[in-house]
């Protein structure tokens, strides 16, 4: 599993480089990728579903646009924070909290209002139950589903993430608030 993890690290660090644009037309075209790194935006965010709840921040980097800017690959940078509760039949219960710092490498593409982001990277999750907390590198991956309310401000989320380790993970609905370039 660890050499899985740095194996995951490494792919999203040279990920950026690997993937160069193809120029095989001499004809323009809006959606080659072109090397344009600049900050995109950032957000708050909340989600919850049932038993789990998700409060988080993110920052997001592109590397390669389109020229219209509705094909992105980038860099994400979050935290989460995540807590699941679990119901046991007989009345006891157990609740488990767990914050993660994410490096993920992103793949966004843009429409006028929805927004649909891939996501796989590394992250350093700390577990918390009852009194233990534990703390893994792990690899980690994910999604985002965007309706823009406003002019990329304010949004509805469908979220999820999963880390590859036990009972790890979430899936959601909630909103935004931000601040994002096209």
């Not at 990728?33 to 409060?55: K, T, W």
Request: one cysteine or more; hydrophobic letters at 40%; charged letters at 20%.
């Amino acid at each position: 599993m660890r050499l899985l993890n740095k194996i995951v690290f490494f792919g999203v660090l040279l990920c950026p480089i690997i993937v160069q644009p193809q120029f095989d037309s001499t004809k323009y075209n809006d959606n080659n990728l072109r090397f344009n790194p600049r900050f995109i935006g950032m957000q708050i965010e909340a989600v919850s579903l049932i038993f789990v709840n998700e409060i988080g921040g993110l920052v997001d980097f592109d590397l390669y646009s389109s020229a219209n800017k509705y094909y992105n690959l980038g860099i994400r940078l979050s935290l989460e924070y995540s807590k699941v509760l679990t119901l046991d039949v007989g009345g006891a219960g157990s609740d488990e909290a767990v914050l993660n710092y994410n490096m993920y490498a992103k793949h966004t593409i843009k429409g006028s209002v929805f927004w649909f982001s891939f996501l796989a990277g590394a992250s350093v999750q700390k577990q918390q139950d009852y009194s233990e907390t534990k703390t893994h590198f792990i690899s980690r991956a994910g999604f985002e589903l965007r309706y823009n309310l406003t002019d990329y401000e304010i949004a509805v989320l469908f979220k999820g993430a999963k880390s590859f380790v036990e009972s790890s993970g979430y899936l959601g609905i909630g909103f935004s608030l931000g601040f994002h370039l096209l």
